[in-house]
Nanobody
């Protein structure tokens, strides 16, 4: 499975961005899909995930602001990010779980700054 992330950029505080991640290869057995955030000050951490059944989870700091979606037919996942804050700055990675393995996208940079 190969993942291609896109949608990052520069946005002012309070703005919105939507990240997308397209998968190719054999994706019929993908279980969880997640987005991770990595900044210079912090280790990579999962910010939101969505299971095969559609069940979602998000860390407290993004609840109500970030929303994760998946479209298995289109082999895509997206992360809608609203009310962005400077601390949301960093590289965002999509991740999929396929059996016991995890696959990563290449990362897309999000910068929140005025």
């Amino acid at each position: 499975v190969q993942l291609q992330a896109s949608g990052g950029g520069l946005v002012e505080p309070g703005g919105s961005l939507t990240l997308s991640c397209a998968a190719n290869g054999s994706t019929s057995r993908i279980n969880a899909v997640a987005w991770y955030h990595q900044s210079p000050a912090k280790q990579r951490e999962m910010v939101a995930s969505i299971g095969r059944s559609g069940s979602k989870a998000a860390i407290e700091s993004v609840k109500g602001r970030f929303f994760i979606f998946r479209d298995d037919a289109k082999k895509m996942t997206s992360l809608q990010m609203n009310a962005l804050k400077p601390e949301d700055t960093g590289v965002y990675y999509c991740n999929v779980q396929l059996g016991p393995s995890h696959y990563w996208g290449q990362g897309t940079q999000v910068t929140v700054s005025s």
